[in-house]
């Protein structure tokens, strides 16, 4: 196997000083922190600056006024985290990959005086593990548990653990506050959600973790507009689970977003080619990229993840209907089913190729925990451990059915690898060749250069070099999106000629 390039800093988290002695607590102001994870050095290290978490923005939106905030994500790469002026109340948010990190943190913080509360997806999978790291623990939804954890802190009347549920109207929550945010960090600042939720529960996504209920909820359109119109950016990335659920909504969304003259992109599933004048809408609207789970290419593997989706055999048409309408796909696929054999990676990649998709990611199939795949996977014994911070779709952390763990890390990095190749690249540009140099800047640029990004982000350049480059993107294809307006017929468009890509 080929070793990847990956400088220490982005495989191992900053040092945080045990000598160092801290100020006085400052009343009144809470540090947010995204901690740190390594990072995968077969993927793009472009994908960890294209937008940030909505976690953080969404709880400082939620800080009473009184309160001052300091954001702080680790992943930018700019050494230890802030402690002067020291903080009255660290907020931490844990993702099962980087709970070990956020412990630290929170170790750290605590023995110099602050009150540290733990929230976010692993804090609700597994509240035992979190417990004794944290002053309190937030279970479920922080816009509604931040503000009063912290007037419980200023009358001193703090409790171990808060719970919220998902199924307060989703237009009740203030807008996120994206002011906090480094903005020379990130290629956008604008991550935006509109929706809560999936019309699917598939077994293995965290959306099907015990004691979530998340109803399919959405925010009102108007609200969605202004919040990106307001961030002043050109580009902005959805970061619900799918913006498609439902389609009507996404129709109104689209005809609200059109007169921005924005462009954005958005997970949803396959299924949202059900219907090709909502994908026409989606383009007219700005869309340049869409991110698509098929997870695989094996119906069989669908019906044991209960994924409700169209069968496999018509996925590449439905592909086409999207590249009909400029709009480049980012396929998901999780390796790792129990229908899947050695021969899943050549057949997966091969497919790819086939069907021109602009750009793939790779996940190992992982059993997150509190999920009904952990809970089968664990009955079965099938589980090599618990370290979750192998649990980052990277590293086969369960016993396949029909391979060996090494053949399923192998074929994986091969899958990355060939993906990654110059041949491959070249073999899914667009049919169209006036698209061909725009697809080429952006896979040499997002996908061949790792030690590029690692400049860009320690410098803090990433902004500055990709925002001409967004802005660009966003004038051709207005063009674009002139010249799809004006066409009548059905006839197939040229594809669009997209920079961007979700990549989420
Ligand atoms: C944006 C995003 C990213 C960004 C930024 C991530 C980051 N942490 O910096 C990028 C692209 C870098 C990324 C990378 C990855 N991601 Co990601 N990502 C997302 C995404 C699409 C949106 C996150 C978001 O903004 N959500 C909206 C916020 C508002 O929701 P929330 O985080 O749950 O926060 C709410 C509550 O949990 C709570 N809360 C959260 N934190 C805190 C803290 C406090 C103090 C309090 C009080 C409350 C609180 O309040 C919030 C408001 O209700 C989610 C899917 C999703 N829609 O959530 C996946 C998701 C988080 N990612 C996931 C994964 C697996 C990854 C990767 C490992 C994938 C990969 N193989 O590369 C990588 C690497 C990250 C890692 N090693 O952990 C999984 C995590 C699964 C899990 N059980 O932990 C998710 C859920 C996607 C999925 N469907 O599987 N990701
Ligand atoms: S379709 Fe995607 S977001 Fe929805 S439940 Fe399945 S994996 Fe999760």
Redesign the pocket.
């Known amino acids: 196997m080929k070793s990847h390039w990956i400088p220490r800093e982005m495989r191992i988290a900053p040092r945080l000083d045990p000598e160092l002695k801290a100020g006085p607590v400052t009343p009144r102001l809470a540090l947010?922190l995204?901690p740190f994870?390594p990072k995968?050095p077969h993927?793009s290290f472009g994908?960890?600056v294209?937008?940030?978490?909505?976690?953080?923005t969404?709880?400082a939106g939620a800080t009473p006024p009184e309160w001052q905030v300091r954001y702080c994500?680790e992943?930018l790469l700019q050494g230890p985290p802030p402690s002067s002026p020291f903080p009255q109340v660290v907020?931490?948010?844990?993702?099962?990959?980087?709970a070990r990190r956020a412990y630290e943190l929170a170790a750290w913080y605590r023995e110099r005086g602050a009150t540290v509360?733990?929230?976010?997806?692993?804090v609700?999978?597994c509240p035992d593990e979190a417990a004794p790291h944290g002053d309190a623990l937030?279970l479920?939804?922080?816009?509604q548990?931040?503000p009063v954890?912290l007037r419980d802190i200023e009358a001193g009347t703090l409790r171990r653990v808060y719970e919220a549920d998902y199924r307060r109207p989703y237009r009740e929550d203030p807008a996120p506050r994206r002011d906090v945010l480094p903005r020379d960090n990130f290629l956008t600042t604008t991550?935006l959600?509109a929706t809560r939720g999936c019309h699917n529960r598939c077994g293995f996504?965290?959306?099907s973790?015990e004691g979530l209920h998340m109803p399919y909820l959405v925010r009102d359109v108007e609200q969605v507009v202004e919040e990106f119109q307001a961030d002043g950016q050109p580009y902005a990335v959805f970061?619900?689970?799918n913006l498609g659920s439902k389609p009507e909504y996404l129709r109104r969304l689209c005809r609200a977003m059109r007169p921005l003259e924005k462009i954005w992109s958005a997970?949803v599933t396959i299924d949202v080619t059900d219907d090709p004048s909502l994908v026409r809408e989606m383009a007219l609207a700005g869309c340049t990229g869409v991110f698509i789970g098929f997870e695989s290419l094996d119906d069989g593997n669908l019906r044991d993840a209960r994924k409700k989706t169209s069968r496999t055999a018509d996925y590449a048409r439905r592909v086409d209907i999207l590249h009909q309408n400029g709009i480049q796909v980012n396929g998901s696929f999780v390796l790792g089913f129990d229908h899947d054999g050695p021969d899943v990676f050549a057949r997966t990649v091969e497919w790819i190729e086939r069907n021109r998709l602009e750009c793939a990611?790779f996940?190992i199939l992982?059993p997150?925990p509190a999920t009904p795949l952990f809970r089968q996977m664990e009955a079965e014994g099938r589980l090599l451990h618990k370290n979750w911070e192998l649990y980052?779709?990277?590293h086969v952390v369960f016993r396949p059915r029909r391979m060996t763990v090494e053949q399923l890390a192998e074929g994986y990095a091969w899958c990355y690898e060939t993906l990654f190749s110059h041949r491959s690249i070249w073999r899914r540009r667009p049919a169209d060749w006036r698209a061909v140099p725009a697809y080429l800047a952006m896979s040499y640029l997002y996908k061949r250069s790792n030690r590029f990004w690692h400049f860009l982000i320690r410098r803090r350049l990433t902004a500055a070099v990709w925002r001409p480059l967004v802005e660009w993107t966003r004038r051709r294809h207005l063009r674009f999106r002139r010249r799809l307006a004006e066409r009548t017929d059905a006839a197939p468009m040229p594809r669009a000629e997209a920079v961007l890509s979700a990549?989420?």
Request: proline residues 2%; aromatic residues 8%.
């Open positions: 947010l995204n994870y995968d993927a994908k960890h294209l937008t940030p978490t909505l976690a953080l969404s709880l994500d992943n907020g931490i948010t844990v993702h099962l990959t980087f509360i733990l929230g976010g997806l692993h609700l999978s937030a479920g939804d922080g816009v548990l931040w954890i991550s959600i996504c965290y959306l973790t970061v619900d689970n997970a990611t996940h992982t997150y980052d779709t990277g990549g989420v």
